[in-house]
């Protein structure tokens, strides 16, 4: 499979896309952020 081929997903907190890994394999359903950066600041809000 090409990388163009994978799926993805915008994230919650920083609005980019992010496309699928390796390591989402069994839990892609559940990923919602692109990052453990996100993940971690997900309660502060992004100003636009």
Do not use: G
């Amino acid at each position: 499979m090409r990388k163009s081929e994978l799926p993805q997903k915008i994230c919650e907190h920083c609005k980019r896309p992010f496309t699928w890994r390796k390591k989402w394999e069994r839990c892609w359903d559940e990923v919602r952020y692109c990052s453990e950066r996100c993940k971690r600041s997900k309660s502060s809000v992004v100003r636009s």
